[in-house]
């Protein structure tokens, strides 16, 4: 028999974003998780057809098509992977059945999905401006791009936490309030990750289309702090919704 | 020494206050106490009125499938809240106070386990979550269950025995003194059945509060000193499990016996005094005899047919089932 060798404990933060790095994302995710980031590609090579100049034509492309939906799909698959998945499977109990304070959990799944956002999403809607032939817009667009999936997985995670069909009350928040009822309410687009990931992309744009600027909206760093403060209110309440969790089996 | 049975739960309404002195249900030294518990999921009521508890030691939990076993495990770790009474593990609430789980862990019945993992792995992560600080702890307890050989494999390609085990090897090295599991052995087996009984009973006899569900009677029987019995999500019975069993003994049992010449059979078996009474089932062609002592009818079987020249095609006991033999209890 070897005797004990007590060291000092390993951080259960630590441990948790390794989990969530190692575990939470197996190569299905990924694929999944890469199949809207090469559309984001394709939509850069679209604005290639576009008949104006490169900046412009990127922009408009971009505002729709990698803001209004390459991001939050890929950020959709993130969000769900990190803690939704899990729930489903039934393999959220090992974490959740330990002293582990809710508010580390949340944080470390939230930091994991974060990392895993940026390096596929935000590099990758950067590649699709250097595609379009636009340099000046790969900055923002990868700025605007981290800035939303991260707010977007966090707003994913949060769902996570209240209800078991993450996915589908996650596209529905997508598609039906913030891509419906944001198109017509700006309140609800002051909220909307889509809505303020894309006023950041055109607030950074030296020469932004005057059509893409919406009334009401903060533009670029002010859209990055308003994407901060819902990731942040998103963060506070899957860790009180954490705390409450019902789980059940996967069978259940 | 065997407890006295509780038999059966008193209907609501009727229940009085129990004496936890007296009452099987309950025991001195409880570091787990159900008090009153109610669950229930939309018009389906898991648990009713349900009021027990466990200390150290190996406690079965009995039922058959839909009796409320996992739905209070999974309230007493604190995975589901109680919609009526309360749980408490050490005096603490585990759905308020996460300081709970330090020592308390829980094998759950699912075939999941985390993607991408080994064993190894996986029983680490579940070691830094619960700060263990022995190093060691890990390579121990994947011994303990017999899986250092897979150590290094991925668990999602185990087969389930061995996702059993790895489960176990997580919840042994966070040296839990509430250890809660739900099936521990399905899919495991006969020698890993042999090994992880002996490994419960062992943790029960160190002090560990271990309650281990099972539908399998012989299961719970060779592990457990004391056992509990759901039934419909309300205590069917509660003591030592050999006052389960005397007691389910001394229920009418009902034996089918198939032979060339029933009547003259049957004529021979009216004489013996194990015999309560005898009818015939004409649809399947045979003897169904009732019998409080179903082992003397199945000695003297053979004997009474060989003296009349009697042909035995089939004797096979009606009630044997786990079921079955819960029906007799709540009856």
Not at chain 2, 105 to 117: K, M, R, W
Not at chain 2, 150 to 176: H, N
Request: charged share 20%; hydrophobic share 50%.
């Amino acid at each position: 028999m070897t005797a004990p060798t007590a060291q000092r404990p390993r951080s259960r933060f630590v441990a948790i974003l390794r989990y969530t790095l190692q575990s939470c994302l197996p190569p299905k995710r990924w694929a999944a998780i890469l199949l809207p980031c090469v559309g984001a590609i394709l939509f850069g090579l679209l604005s290639r057809a576009v008949g104006s100049s490169a900046d412009r034509a990127f922009a408009n492309v971009a505002a729709e098509g990698i803001f209004g939906l390459a991001v939050p799909i890929a950020a959709l698959v993130i969000g769900d992977s990190v803690l939704g998945a899990e729930v489903r499977a039934g393999t959220f109990h090992f974490t959740w059945l330990s002293p582990a304070p809710t508010w580390q959990i949340v944080l470390g799944r939230w930091l994991g999905g974060s990392v895993v956002a940026l390096v596929t999403i935000a590099p990758t809607c950067a590649l699709a401006a250097l595609v379009a032939g636009s340099p000046s817009s790969a900055g923002p667009a990868f700025v605007a791009a981290a800035a939303g999936s991260i707010s977007y997985v966090a707003l994913f995670i949060a769902i996570g936490c209240i209800t078991r069909r993450t996915a589908v009350w996650s596209l529905a928040v997508v598609f039906l309030v913030e891509r419906l009822l944001g198109a017509a309410l700006t309140g609800i687009a002051q909220l909307s990750p889509t809505w303020e990931s894309r006023a950041a992309f055109v607030g950074m744009l030296d020469d932004a289309p005057s059509r893409l600027v919406r009334e009401g909206i903060p533009q670029g760093a002010s859209a990055i702090g308003r994407l901060a403060i819902v990731t942040l209110v998103a963060l506070v309440v899957a860790h009180w919704r954490m705390r409450r969790m019902q789980l059940s089996g996967a069978s259940d | 020494m065997d407890a006295p049975m509780h038999w059966p739960a008193p209907m609501p309404g009727t229940a009085a206050t129990p004496d936890r002195s007296t009452d099987p249900a309950f025991v001195a030294d409880a570091t787990v106490e159900v008090a009153q518990v109610s669950v229930w999921f939309g018009a389906k009521v898991a648990l009713s009125e349900l009021s027990c508890s466990f200390g150290p030691g190996v406690t079965g939990l009995l039922g058959p499938n839909g009796a409320g076993k996992t739905t209070l495990m999974r309230a007493m770790v604190g995975l589901v809240d109680v919609n009526q009474g309360a749980v408490r593990v050490d005096g603490r609430d585990p759905r308020r106070d996460r300081s709970v789980h330090e020592r308390m862990a829980l094998v759950p019945e699912d075939e999941a386990v985390p993607g991408g993992l080994t064993a190894r792995r996986f029983v680490q992560y579940v070691a830094d979550l619960h700060r263990v600080t022995d190093r060691s702890a890990v390579d121990r307890v994947l011994h303990e269950v017999g899986l250092v050989d897979a150590a290094d494999r991925r668990v999602d390609g185990f087969s389930k025995g061995m996702r059993q085990r790895t489960k176990v090897a997580a919840a042994l090295v966070t040296d839990p003194t509430v250890l809660v599991l739900d099936e521990p052995l399905n899919g495991a087996d006969p020698v890993q059945r042999q090994h992880l009984i002996a490994l419960f009973k062992q943790l029960g006899a160190r002090g560990c509060t271990v309650v281990v569900s099972s539908h399998v009677l012989n299961e719970v029987e060779r592990m457990a000193e004391r056992v509990i019995v759901l039934m419909h999500g309300r205590l069917a019975a509660a003591g030592g499990q050999r006052a389960i069993r005397d007691a389910l003994d001394d229920r009418p049992r009902h034996v089918l016996v198939r032979a060339d010449q029933p009547r003259r059979l049957a004529a021979a078996l009216v004489g013996l005094d194990s015999v309560a009474g005898i009818t015939f089932d004409a649809g399947r062609n045979a003897l169904v005899v009732q019998t409080l002592q179903a082992r003397d009818v199945a000695t003297a079987l053979p004997r009474l047919a060989r003296e009349a020249s009697i042909r035995l095609f089939e004797v096979r006991a009606l009630d044997d089932s786990l079921e079955s033999l819960f029906r007799e209890l709540v009856r």
